[in-house]
């Protein structure tokens, strides 16, 4: 498990007030669902690809998660960068 902390000014404490009921929670349900849909969007990559290539799919969304990174399905968007960017150089 991971934490991830975010200061803000008190400007910016104060705006988000002015949006959200709890800033802690809008930002909290903001990272969760854009995690939750980085999930199936891997999981229906995986899947599509287990089937091309005959390879048995896991039971759970984390062990996909898991086998897509260690089989190099699926790349960080840094390493995507990365690579994007020593093309362009």
Known sequence: ???I???LTETELKSMEYVALSPHEWAENAI????R???????????Q????EGVQIPMTKDEIVAD???RGWIKTAAERNDEE?????
Do not use: G, K, P
């Open 49 to 52: 690809r287990a089937l091309d």
């Open 68 to 70: 897509a990174y260690a």
């Open 37 to 47: 849909i980085a999930i199936d969007e891997i999981v229906q990559l995986y899947t």
């Open 1 to 3: 498990m991971a934490n």
């Open 85 to 89: 960017f020593q093309v362009e150089a």
């Open 32 to 35: 969760l669902n854009r995690a």
């Open 5 to 7: 902390t975010i200061e």
